[in-house]
């Protein structure tokens, strides 16, 4: 792909989820670039990624996970069964001693972790911030009305900087408009074959159980991200899944 002198903003106006997925795996191997990753997942591998995106979806509940038409050979990137689980992953605080965080813990039951010496010995402490951004969100709208910018869910973290796998998800903004619960999100990073249909699969219902206890019907979602990507072994699969298997990516 020949090189360019400025970003290409690509937008992505999809029906539903399934929909957004395949126009975003169309879109990448016409419009995407490709690069060496020099630090991150799959440090030295290529990845194809847009310089920047915008997508759409009006009505995420329609359908959620990606369809594999009969006769594709490959697999799906998700379930119902998947995406029912990371529900509870994004709505609790639980995580494994290996992990430095979970997207629940950061939105439910965050912590900030302290480094502290105690008797010549480094340790981390962590200090919890009492908070769940999820039911303060409902309870803001529920009480002050809808008229606010302010209902606003942060995942990140200005020490997320210094982790060796920092949260890909930022941001998950929220709006009340016309009777609906929309969420408008931020990925710093973010890969389209799986990721994208599990991580919008879950915060889909994330956003329909926070539109039930508000009152509201449920709204559509706007994904933003400058590093949604597909790495070089799942090209091919999106190639047939895109019916681009001829398409030469260098």
């Known amino acids: 792909m020949p ?17 957004a997925w395949f126009q975003a795996l169309s879109a990448i191997l016409d419009k995407g670039h490709v690069y060496t990753i020099t630090k991150g997942s799959y440090e030295g591998q290529k990845r194809l990624e847009f310089d920047f995106v915008t997508v ?11 369809i ?22 994004l ?19 965050p912590k900030v972790r302290v480094k502290q010496n105690v008797n ?3 340790m981390i402490k962590e200090m919890p911030l009492q908070v769940n951004q999820v039911e303060e969100v409902i309870k803001l709208y529920k ?11 942060e995942i990140g973290m200005p020490s997320d900087i210094i982790l060796n796998d920092p949260p890909c998800l930022r941001l998950i903004d929220t709006r009340v408009r016309y009777g609906k619960l929309h969420f408008v999100l931020y990925f ?12 919008l699969g879950g915060l889909q219902l994330v956003k329909q159980y926070m539109a039930d206890e508000i009152g509201v019907e449920d709204g559509e979602i706007v994904a933003v991200s400058k590093g949604l990507h597909l790495y070089e072994y799942s090209w091919e699969v999106a190639k047939i899944r ?3 298997a001829n398409l030469s990516l260098k």
């Open 68 to 89: 594999i038409p009969e006769g594709m050979s490959i697999p799906s990137p998700t379930d119902m069964e998947y995406i029912n689980g990371y529900l509870g992953y």
């Open 143 to 153: 009480t002050q009305g809808f008229g606010t910018n302010q209902a606003i869910m």
């Open 3 to 19: 090189e360019k002198d400025f970003l290409e903003p690509v937008f992505i106006d999809a029906f539903d989820l399934d929909d």
């Open 91 to 109: 709505l609790t605080g639980a995580k494994t001693e290996t992990e430095d965080y979970t997207y629940g813990e950061r939105l439910v039951e």
């Open 120 to 122: 010549g010995e480094e």
């Open 188 to 199: 710093r990073s973010w890969d389209l074959w799986g990721g994208f249909p599990s991580n």
């Open 242 to 244: 895109t019916g681009k």
């Open 56 to 66: 759409r979806v009006k009505k995420p509940s329609h359908q959620i996970i990606p």
